[in-house]
Nanobody, 115 residues
Framework: QVQLVESGGGLVEPGGSLRLSCVAP????????MGWYRQAPGNQRDLVAA???????NYADSVKGRFTISRDNAKNTVYLQMNSLKPEDTAVYYC?????????WGQGTQVTVSS
């Protein structure tokens, strides 16, 4: 199974920024498309942003222009830069392969946007 370790979450005021990181050791990381997903209480887990092995990106409409996904293949790491955060961005954020419909998820990192 792929090991995924997310970090970088926290409590931030509306309008603030956070940068999430996800390390995926032990795989040929550069070969895989990766995604950031989020799950708010009572909601399903949804894709937020994705990046291909060639670094093409796409975003959910709700985060376009505010979030940026990137990757560093030398570090087996995918990042999510989140700017202009809104209370509705509050959720647990996970990374994984993209697309992915299985049960192997990391612990996630909590992002709370509140004043």
């Amino acid at each position: 199974q792929v090991q995924l370790v997310e970090s970088g979450g926290g409590l931030v005021e509306p309008g603030g920024s956070l940068r999430l990181s996800c390390v995926a050791p032990g795989i040929m990381f550069s070969f895989y498309d990766m995604g950031w997903y989020r799950q708010a209480p009572g909601n399903q887990r949804d894709l937020v942003a994705a990046i291909t092995s060639g670094s093409s990106t796409n975003y959910a409409d709700s985060v376009k222009g505010r979030f940026t996904i990137s990757r560093d293949n030398a570090k087996n790491t995918v990042y999510l830069q989140m700017n202009s955060l809104k209370p509705e961005d509050t959720a647990v954020y996970y990374c994984n392969l993209h697309p992915y419909n299985g049960d192997n998820w990391g612990q996630g990192t909590q992002v709370t946007v509140s004043s």
